[in-house]
């Protein structure tokens, strides 16, 4: 087992993996900008040292700070946590390099699972479903040709990257050359790569995740699905699970599928691999995410497995000691992301609490949020034996949360717990955005 790892994050997530490191006796490095000298993670950390100034380019995103920290401290590994260098398979190389442990998937595992075009391919070759659609295009003319033959409306998708960027919808032929262009240079000026390609565009469907474990052993077991559908601009707002929808028999197809997609990659440690499901129980394979998950939690819950232990366990060589059989999901959890609206002084703080609620956050008591990293500022998580009593239990606990000195989103998450629509299971990916223009009609 490692003695001592550097978490390169911050936030909620920096503090999840210190508890853990904490819990298994492994002594943690946090590293920080200037932003964060006074945030929770780097006082909970047994170690602690700045990499640079407020933004992350110059900080959370400064590889050779972060490897020059690890080396300076003597860690052996280096968990990055979500977002920031989480999927880049550079950083993870030079972790490599440098005998360091990068606490994911190896880098080129990276490289290639990064690569929607790459990964689409590879799962067309092993007979997991995709959407419909093209390999990479070279220019408009071939876009709109191919385009033609799909059917509008599509995507335009770029081949790197996440969080919603270098992704256009067109609805009608005439909108194509600007989302092309659009979606190419927004996804060159983010992640280096202005590729992209054309999927068709499924409408009234949901977005789920399957969630597997894989160590370096050739043991795969999925601990089962989460539902993203509840989204903004590309965004997962709210998410639970299991899936309120889900037969037991598309279930149990798709945490095939998704198995079957780690054996073809090669995958170690946690990943997930993420579906579109239609009404009528067919799934298609989007893409995978070689990394920890923002809502992981909620399949601790309904799972009783530690994911984050487990990463540092499988980067450690050690095999999973169960198998799928030992898997039994039980009950329902869910989350919602809670995001600033402004930046500021926490001038009061009251988080809720009773029994299976937790506030997984960096906030404390006059802490200052600032604005130069993402938005979400904890994940307030519920566990009930059953969905009606989950929703219920959110709804107590959102009701109880107090965060005065900034703007959130607590009282649009209330009025999307409280929505006819949500609590009868029956939303998709387009649903979000309707349930929140309807104002307090909908409320019960």
Same mark, same amino acid.
């Given at each position: ?10 936030? !909620? ?40 100034? +407020?933004? *992350?380019? &110059? ?9 020059? #920290? ?6 052996? *590994? ?83 990257? @996440? ?13 194509? !050359? ?13 992640? @280096? ?64 599928? %998704? ?18 499901? %239609?009404?009528?129980? +067919?799934?298609?394979?989007? !893409?995978? +995410? ?15 497995? &530690? ?81 009606? &009593? ?6 107590? #606990? ?45 409320? !019960?």
């Amino acid at each position: 087992m490692f003695s001592k790892i550097l978490i390169a994050n911050r936030g !909620e997530v920096a503090v999840r993996i210190i508890r853990a490191c904490r819990e298994m006796g492994i002594e943690t490095v946090a590293v920080y900008s200037e932003a964060d000298e006074n945030s929770l993670p780097v006082a909970l950390a047994d170690e602690r040292i700045c990499i640079g100034s +407020n933004a *992350a380019t &110059d900080s959370y995103l400064n590889q050779r700070n972060i490897i020059s #920290a690890a080396l300076a401290t003597n860690a052996e *590994a280096i968990h990055p946590g979500y977002g920031f260098l989480s999927e880049n398979p550079d950083f993870a190389a030079l972790c490599e390099e440098k005998g360091l442990i990068f606490i994911g998937p190896d880098s080129k595992v990276l490289r290639a699972m990064g690569d929607k075009d790459n990964s689409r391919q590879l799962m067309k070759s092993i007979g997991v479903p995709v959407v419909p659609g093209t390999e990479i295009l070279h220019d408009v003319e071939e876009a709109k040709k191919q385009a033609a033959e799909i059917g509008y409306p599509i995507l335009v998708k770029a081949t790197a990257g @996440g969080g919603g960027k270098g992704i256009r919808v067109v609805s009608h032929a005439d909108e194509l !050359e600007n989302a092309f262009m659009a979606a190419s240079e927004e996804a060159k000026n983010a992640f @280096g790569n202005g590729d992209v390609f054309l999927e068709k565009y499924l409408t009234s469907v949901r977005h789920v995740e399957m969630q597997i474990l894989a160590d370096n052993f050739g043991n795969i077991v999925c601990l089962g699905e989460r539902d993203c559908s509840l989204q903004l601009n590309k965004q997962k707002v709210l998410e639970e699970t299991p899936c309120p929808v889900m037969t037991e028999e598309v279930r149990r197809k798709m945490m095939d599928a %998704a198995v079957k997609a780690a054996k073809a990659a090669h995958y170690v440690n946690a990943g997930t691999v993420e579906f579109l499901l %239609a009404p009528d129980g +067919n799934f298609y394979f989007i !893409e995978m +995410n070689t990394r920890l998950q923002v809502e992981h939690p909620i399949t601790e819950e309904i799972s009783d497995v &530690d994911i984050v232990k487990w990463q540092i366990r499988i980067a450690c060589q050690i095999p999973l000691d169960f198998k799928q059989e030992d898997i039994h999901l039980h009950g329902h959890s869910i989350e919602c992301r809670i995001n600033a609206r402004s930046t500021g002084q926490v001038d009061f703080l009251h988080i809720p609490g009773g029994s299976r609620v937790h506030f997984d956050t960096a906030l404390v008591q006059d802490c200052l949020i600032v604005p130069y990293y993402d938005s979400m500022i904890g994940k307030l998580i519920v566990y009930a034996s059953n969905r009606g &009593d989950a929703i219920r239990k959110m709804e107590t #606990a959102l009701c109880e949360m107090v965060i005065h000195g900034i703007n959130t989103n607590i009282e649009d998450q209330l009025h999307l717990i409280r929505n006819r629509q949500f609590q009868s299971g029956e939303y998709d990916t387009m649903a979000l955005p309707e349930i929140l223009a309807e104002g307090d009609a909908e409320i !019960e």
